[in-house]
């Protein structure tokens, strides 16, 4: 297992996020263990785990176009998925 310092993890953080892909990274504050980080899928293994992580990506896999492009921003003037669609599609044909 691999320990790392919340320095490290902020100066590293690419280093780090791969690590913990591969296997459990201990996080330590003055040489003291504080927090472990194990990969999604290694979460997902964990019984305690498994019902909510599944719960997560169901709800992230219900998201909508209008979810991910943000309501009140300049898409705001759209009220369903079927009208941004219209539009960019519209934008795509101008293009052509």
């Known amino acids: ?4 310092s919340a320095e490290e993890i ?15 990274v201990i ?8 927090l472990v980080t194990i990969s999604f899928d290694e ?6 785990l498994r019902e909510i992580l599944s719960r997560e990506q169901d709800a ?6 209008l979810d991910y492009l943000g309501k009140g921003r300049k898409w705001s003037r ?3 998925d079927e ?6 599609r519209a934008q ?3 293009w052509r």
């Open 10 to 24: 902020q100066a590293h953080y690419g280093e780090f996020a791969e690590k913990a892909r591969q296997e459990p």
């Open 27 to 34: 996080h330590t504050a003055a040489g003291r263990p504080t």
């Open 83 to 88: 009208e941004i669609e219209t539009h960019i």
């Open 43 to 48: 979460a997902a293994r964990l019984p305690g």
């Open 1 to 4: 297992m691999i320990r790392m």
């Open 60 to 65: 992230d896999a219900s998201k909508t176009l």
């Open 78 to 80: 759209f009220s369903s």
């Open 92 to 94: 795509r044909d101008a």
